[in-house]
């Protein structure tokens, strides 16, 4: 069965920082990837996706992810982190089956200081 | 906006009790999933509907059964409502059948709270 970590439960970063948080995943074969973002008592909006072709996917709000086989591994990234990005983010995996039935990390919640 | 609609936004309940969530998923959109979100187990998984039929079951317990209806909108029915139940319940949706390059779409969840 397939499994996503999020080794980071809280990551606090200055406003204009740059930001990367960790995921992991274990799934039998090239998986679908996804960030979604939980802004408090909002639901998850999706962020960026991985399906195939370029490993550097662009998603919205300035955010990027790589998708790295050999560690498997799916990182957000952001340059620079304004303080509205305070939410929790949260990595999932799709079966290639059905890439919406999605196993999800525990999320990682971001704190942004000014 | 992402088109899903969930009602009620909020329920308060009582242990024992029995209470149905509802989804209109997109508009074109045929599957329609169910995720429960609590603190114990983070965001999970339940069930699946595809143009009406169960389509896959994840962690979704004997107490709770789903259904989608001709329309295409789903309830999650809840019944002998545990304490531990209390949760916030998603609604996603999905063109087709969800398989291959398809991403699903969130409602903004139903907070349940059971007392």
């Known amino acids: 069965a397939q499994s996503v970590t999020q080794p980071d439960i809280h990551i606090t970063v200055s406003e204009g920082a740059s930001l990367e948080l960790r995921c992991n995943y274990s799934?039998?074969?090239?998986?679908?990837l996804f960030w979604y973002v939980q802004s408090p008592g909002q639901g998850l909006q999706l962020l960026l996706k991985?399906?195939?072709?370029?490993?550097l996917v662009q998603g919205i709000k300035g955010f990027e992810a790589e998708f790295k086989r050999s560690q498997s591994s799916f990182n957000l990234r952001k340059p620079s982190v304004h303080w509205s990005d305070a939410a929790e983010y949260f990595c999932?995996?799709?079966?290639?089956?059905?890439?919406?039935?999605?196993?999800f990390g525990t999320g990682t919640r971001l704190q942004v200081t000014l | 906006d992402s088109g899903v609609t969930q009602t009620p936004k909020h329920l308060i309940t009582a242990t024992g009790q029995r209470v149905t969530l509802r989804c209109s998923p997109r508009?074109?959109?045929?599957?329609v999933y169910w995720y429960q979100q609590s603190l114990d187990q983070g965001l999970q998984f339940l069930i699946q509907?595809?143009?009406?039929?169960?389509?896959a079951k994840g962690n979704i317990l004997e107490r709770f059964s789903a259904q989608q209806f001709p329309d295409l909108h789903s309830e999650l029915n809840l019944s002998s409502l545990e304490l531990g139940d209390s949760a916030l319940y998603f609604c996603?949706?999905?063109?087709?059948?969800?398989?291959?390059?398809?991403?699903?779409?969130f409602g903004q969840g139903t907070r349940l709270t059971v007392v």
């Open positions: 508009s074109g959109d045929l599957s």
């Open positions: 509907y595809y143009n009406g039929e169960e389509r």
């Open positions: 991985y399906f195939s072709g370029d490993t």
């Open positions: 999932a995996v799709g079966e290639i089956s059905a890439a919406s039935k999605l196993t």
């Open positions: 996603a949706s999905s063109y087709g059948t969800g398989g291959g390059n398809t991403e699903a779409f």
């Open positions: 799934y039998g074969a090239t998986p679908y």
